[in-house]
């Protein structure tokens, strides 16, 4: 979760509820919030009663934009939900989701988790609207078109899903189905859960499942349409599954840590990356803190393998949304201290272990390291639970420009020098996907590595 620093902010989060006993939309609003780590620019309700669909959507977080006149407004037992950070397309009103067209006397809806790579070739080969905002919005465009061309909804569907490249855990809706659809390669997550009233629930992270009292099932499978009606759920292949590759980043950070990805508990391997990091990267201190709150798990694990007190250096701000862009230096370190601040009796004299989960612009950072100084520290050995972050991410997070990486442009030593640090280790990749599961293989870590799962056109 980006609440400790400039890390990338992160993809978007999805949910979906049919469930004919229950009013779907207050169910997303529910699950939406349990996602509201995914995305915070804007969030949107897609919902219908078997006869209409009714879309809400706003910029802002969820609790903002949503209240009972406006959860009322959206009847049915049929919902999608959309929680947005713009990967693609500009930060507005016009861009948030659900996408919602019209194709002929169909009415559908749609949200999308990921970025696609080949969005331009997509539109251009297809003569679409230039003016279409987002990947998202060439998706909806793509399927409008093939329904307007003669096929039914789920056919357009299974027409258009093979032709996209990149990451997508989409869920859809029309009139009376809910339907989820992950990308080949599964990037992204996306879970099927059961409520106990029989409805059926799509989700990006199981605590969303978890909030609404669904039952988790299972994940949807790289390359899956499953498709949710009054008969249940059915399944099939729209494409076989490719390179397998769960976003990594999804366990250093973005991942709630009371959820599962893969069968793996996300806060046990943010620990067990912290004891691997310890064994890697031993140093002589008296306590070890996390920049909170993302990075807690990895320095609890830090200080049980390692021995050093646990402590917390750092008080995070609990209603900080996200930090403005401030203009001047001494502007940024006031904005850090609206998020943290130091608490000088844990850290005055202290050799300190600071562990952070990934370090991607590093100017929020530099600025935490000072308040830190500033508060007496005597020394601070800066542990990073991931390997570098050098490549930008084309799948769903916004770092596409590499010259903000701070580890693309400066070396270790550079890093620790601009950071303030006494010293600076990360962890090595290997170790860190060997903490996240044993089992080999399976993870995209372009952002680490440069090898691209799918390729990046235009790319050397
Ligand atoms: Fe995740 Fe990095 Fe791959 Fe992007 S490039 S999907 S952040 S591992």
């Known amino acids: 979760m980006a609440d400790g620093h400039d890390g990338p902010k992160e993809a978007c989060g999805v949910f979906g509820v049919r469930d004919p006993r229950q009013p779907a939309a207050h169910l997303t609003y529910l699950g939406l919030f349990a996602l509201q ?16 669909i009714m879309v809400d959507k706003d910029m802002g977080l969820v609790s903002t934009i949503f209240d009972e006149h406006r959860l009322r407004a959206l009847p049915g037992g049929l919902a999608i939900g959309h929680t947005r950070y713009a990967t693609t397309g500009a930060s507005a009103w016009h861009n948030a989701q659900p996408v919602a067209r019209h194709a002929g006397d169909l009415f559908f809806a749609l949200g999308h988790n990921g970025n696609l790579v ?25 399927v409008a078109r093939a329904v307007t061309g003669g096929a039914d909804l789920i056919g357009a569907i299974t027409d258009v899903l093979p032709r996209l490249r990149g990451a ?24 099927l859960g059961r409520t106990d009233t029989g409805g059926w629930v799509l989700a990006s992270e199981t605590p969303a499942l978890d909030v609404v009292g669904a039952e988790v099932i299972r994940e949807i499978d790289p390359g899956e349409l499953v498709v949710i009606d009054d008969e249940g759920v059915h399944s099939s292949q729209f494409a076989p599954p490719q390179r397998k590759a769960l976003c990594s980043f999804e366990f250093v950070y973005i991942a709630r840590p009371d959820g599962k990805l893969g069968g793996i508990g996300v806060h046990a391997a943010r620990r067990r990356m912290g004891a691997a990091l310890a064994r890697q990267a031993p140093v002589d201190a008296d306590m070890v803190m996390p920049i909170p709150d993302s990075s807690v798990p990895g320095a609890q694990g830090y200080a049980a393998e390692s021995g050093i007190e646990y402590g917390d250096g750092l008080i995070k701000n609990r209603y900080i949304g996200r930090t403005f862009i401030a203009p001047t230096q001494q502007l940024r370190d006031n904005a850090v201290r609206i998020k943290f601040n130091a ?87 290997d170790n860190m996907l060997t903490a996240i599961t044993p089992e080999p293989g399976g993870f995209c870590t372009a952002c680490m590595t440069g090898d691209y799962p799918v390729p990046i056109p235009g790319l050397e």
Not at 124 to 140: E, F, H
Not at 345 to 369: F, Q
């Open 37 to 52: 780590h995914r995305g915070q620019e804007s969030a949107g309700i897609a919902a219908g009663d078997g006869t209409k």
């Open 168 to 191: 997508y855990s989409l869920v859809f809706m029309d009139e009376d189905r809910l339907i989820g659809a992950r990308d080949p390669n599964g990037f992204r997550p996306l879970f």
């Open 118 to 142: 080949n969005t331009t070739e997509l539109a251009g080969a297809s003569d679409l609207d230039a003016d279409l905002g987002s990947d998202s919005d060439v998706i909806a465009a793509l």
């Open 343 to 429: 608490i000088e009796d844990n850290v005055a004299g202290k050799r300190l272990v600071v562990v952070e989960d990934s370090i991607v612009r590093a100017t929020t950072l530099r600025s935490t390291m000072k308040l830190l100084r500033n508060a007496g520290a005597a020394e601070i050995h800066l542990r990073v639970l991931s390997a570098p972050y050098r490549w930008s991410c084309f799948y769903g997070l916004d770092t596409s420009d590499r010259s903000k990486l701070v580890a693309a442009t400066m070396t270790i030593e550079q890093i620790r020098d601009h950071l303030g640090a006494d010293s600076l280790a990360y962890l090595d990749l």
